[in-house]
C-alpha cells in the first residue's frame, strides 16, 4: 500500500524514496542500486521511533540482479541487519509485479551482503541462498 512517508523516517535518510510502501515494513522504493549503496543512514533519529516487528526496507533495481536492498531496525541490538528473508516476503511480490517475472534474484547490500533467489508463487515466495551458522547451541526443557 502506498503512503505518505511518516517525517522521523523521512529525516533518516539524505536522499528521498521515489515511493514509500507499508507492508509489515515500511518499504522505501529508490531510482537505482548506487542509491542504496550509498544512501547516508542517520541511526540516531530512525532510532526515535518502534516498528516492532517491522523494518524500514530500502530497495531499488539492481546492475547485476532484480533488485538489492538494505533492512534498518530501529531500537534493535542490531541496527542493520546484514540479510532478512522476512523482508523479502514482502518485496518479492511487488518486484515479481513491477518486473513482469516471477524468477528474481536479489542482493541485501550490508556488509556482509546476502544473495537470494527468489521465486514469487502467487500465495506464497520461495527463497533460498547461501549462508553461514553463527550460533549452534541445545535447549533443555
Known sequence: ME?????????????????????RDYILVFDGEEDIREIKVDPTTLNQI??????I????????????????TPQASIFEDPATGST???????????LGKSKLTALQLSDRQGYFQCEDLGHRVLISGQCHAYLAAKIYI
Open 50 to 55: 518502534n516498528i516492532d516487528p517491522g523494518a
Open 3 to 23: 503512503l505518505e512517508l511518516p517525517e522521523t523516517i523521512s529525516r533518516g535518510f539524505n536522499i528521498k524514496p521515489q515511493l514509500s510502501l507499508k507492508s
Open 57 to 72: 526496507v530500502i530497495t531499488a533495481p539492481g546492475n547485476q540482479v532484480d533488485f538489492v536492498s538494505r533492512v534498518f
Open 88 to 98: 523479502h516476503c514482502s518485496l518479492i511480490p511487488w518486484w515479481s509485479k513491477k
